[in-house]
RNA sequence: GCGCCAGUAGCUCAGUUGGAUAGAGCAACGGACUUCUAAUCCGUAGGCCGAGGGUUCGAAUCCUUCCUGGCGCGCCA
């Protein structure tokens, strides 16, 4: 609609100059066309003839009249006038809206998907908790926004893969053995000193005794290599969990990607190598360097330590070299905010190996302060008292939780209360949007009940949707696809949760104050056309979030 | 000290990438169930967009200087 509206500017402009009624021959990039907040404003306002105004040496409103002149007769617009300082207002023919109903019908659940990002490779790399212990709810908000923002961007035409980083490499992983291997010589009945850094949470314990029942004592076994058998049966085990609480928050990765496996393929030495090659990584004191320095670091960063060790930065490095060797257009990383230090030495190295430092885009999410009737609760791996993301889906539930951590724009932080969630039952805005979806399943029930056949497409007389509020939810379903593609090439899935809303709030209303099903029948096959139409947008959206849609509440 | 994020109604937040009279939801107050589901709807009230300066036809939005809150600034991970 939009489209076709924008290229009958184009027309009418280049009409003008042929005309010599403008002048300065200068066609602009892009003609921006926005939906105005005021209705008497019309479907579409131009702010062609401001911008104009410089090149052209004009007012803005005579500009506009010259415009407006060129547009008369078009067959899309009802009426076209000329307000303020010089916007164009155009306002549609309703049988244009109401075309987009059929769009609807046809495409179904594919309705809203474009191709804008067609051929485009995105990866999105999201969750990649150490698996030192279970996933928490700071985890959880970076798990359901990661997921949300790839299925926006597959919606908007783009070739997605979800992958998870599993850092199984490195001195965390190996405190988590020595802590499973200490428990383990505890049952023994050993008396133990168990280390200030050492993971102290009872799980540990549990995967101790798992260990012992399943591979026994370990006690001929020397210490690096039992600590070894720790670590390796801890991250699997841990592992586990992890997944087990992704799939029942309804999200499952395409690819778990070893640290460890980057190491025992030598593809840490082999990048390396390369930055080496280039002369971006130098030695001094005795460790390597990389230079990032030259490319907007404040700092050069140590790639191998001075004791021969690797930095978690070095396989950090490796690892986002061999994103874009497999072939990714975009490589996108959800972080949490405290990492936010990370970004310019990850976006130099890109630099320095020649890749637009805009092909990584790191989304950062803000902290998630976790309340109990108001209370903060203090969270931390070691010292044992957290509420895992498990506890919290099975206390206030997948849907309202996703929705929850979608609604805020992911970089303020956000404050979650468990009590506050729970009681919400009734005034939380997800049970909202799918109790609109719910009312049109029990219209279809009604209508089924009284023998009323649902519409057939193409067969349906939009002309009997003739109220303000019928056409105005034409509108607001013709806005779908531009708002899906907007939240996937800004990485804002908040975006569709505000759009349930006002889809939800608009429906609703209609709800109350109209019948669907009514003694003309021509009618009730339009109005029912028109609800399932709605049905299937707040569908399609709640899809996008991964929240469900229910028939019935 | 330096950097990143935020500051909009009493509270929690949107704000179409610079557009016209700044919007929702809670909370408050007053109304609507003999109807396809009241987990709903309708109405009232609520504002110095943190503060100052700048950029222009036009600023909550861009630049700048402050103020407040959070988070970072290791040869830790």
């Not at 076709?4 to 021959?25: F, H, M, P, V």
């Not at 609760?377 to 929850?404: H, Q």
Request: negative net charge.
């Amino acid at each position: 609609m939009k489209k076709q509206l924008r290229q009958a500017i184009k027309a009418a402009l280049q009409e003008c100059y042929d005309q010599g009624t403008l002048n300065s021959g200068v066609l602009p990039e892009e003609i921006q066309l926005e939906i105005p907040k005021n209705p008497d404003h019309g479907d579409f306002a131009c702010n062609l003839a401001m911008t104009m105004a410089k090149v052209e040496r004009k007012a803005p409103r005579k500009i506009a009249e010259a415009l407006v002149a060129a547009l008369q007769g078009n067959p899309l617009c009802e009426q076209i006038e000329i307000a303020g300082p010089g916007f164009i207002n155009f306002r549609l023919a309703a049988s244009c809206w109401y075309g987009v109903l059929d769009q609807v019908m046809q495409a179904g659940a594919d309705f809203g998907c474009s191709r804008v990002g067609e051929g485009i490779r995105v990866q999105v790399e999201f969750v990649s908790a150490n698996p030192t212990g279970p996933l928490h709810i700071g985890h959880g908000r970076g798990a359901v926004v990661g997921d949300a923002v790839a299925a926006v961007l597959q919606a908007a035409g783009f070739d997605v893969q979800r992958e998870y980083y599993v850092n199984d490499a490195g001195n965390q992983v190996s405190i988590l053995g020595r802590s499973i291997l200490l428990r383990l010589r505890e049952l023994q009945g050993e008396a133990i000193d168990f280390p200030e850094d050492g993971y102290q949470a009872n799980y540990v314990r549990e995967l101790a005794a798992k260990f012992r029942a399943e591979q026994g004592d370990l006690t001929d076994v020397p210490e690096t290599a039992a600590i070894e058998h720790c670590t390796r049966f801890g991250v699997a085990e841990i592992l586990e969990w992890i997944s087990e609480d992704l799939r029942a928050f309804g999200i499952s990765f395409d690819r778990w990607y070893s640290e460890k496996s980057l190491y025992d393929l030598k593809l840490v030495d082999k990048e390396l190598a390369k930055l080496k090659e280039r002369g971006l990584s130098f030695e001094h004191e005795g460790a390597l360097w990389l230079k990032t320095t030259d490319f907007g670091d404040d700092k050069d960063r140590v790639l191998i330590k001075s004791d021969g060790s690797m930095t978690y930065f070095a396989s950090d490095v490796a690892y986002h070299m061999e994103k874009f060797e497999r072939g990714f257009d975009r490589v996108i990383d959800v972080w949490g905010a405290d990492h936010h230090g990370y970004i310019p030495r990850m976006k130099a190295m890109l630099a320095g190996l020649g890749h637009p430092p805009e092909d990584l885009e790191v989304l950062l999410i803000q902290m998630v302060n976790l309340l109990r009737d108001g209370q903060p609760f203090v969270m931390g791996k070691r010292s044992g008292n957290f509420i895992t993301l498990r506890e919290v889906i099975n206390e206030v539930g997948r849907d309202a939780c996703r929705f929850f951590f979608l609604m805020r724009r992911c970089d303020s932080q956000l404050d979650f209360d468990l009590e506050l969630a729970k009681q919400q039952n009734s005034d939380n805005p997800v049970y909202y949007v799918q109790y609109a979806h719910a009312r049109v399943c029990s219209i279809n029930r009604k209508a089924t009940e009284e023998g009323i056949v649902q519409p057939v497409l193409g067969e349906v007389d939009h002309s009997k949707l003739k109220l303000v509020e019928e056409l105005a939810l034409a509108k607001q379903l013709a806005r779908y696809e531009e708002m899906v593609v907007g939240a996937a090439l800004n990485y804002e899935p908040h975006r569709v949760v505000f759009y349930l809303q006002e889809l939800a709030a608009q429906f609703h209303s209609y709800y109350n104050r109209q019948r669907v099903l009514v003694d003309d029948p021509a009618t009730t096959q339009a109005r029912l056309y028109l609800v399932n139409c709605i049905r299937i947008v707040l569908a399609n959206a709640l899809q996008l979030l991964g929240v469900s849609a229910p028939e019935q509440m």
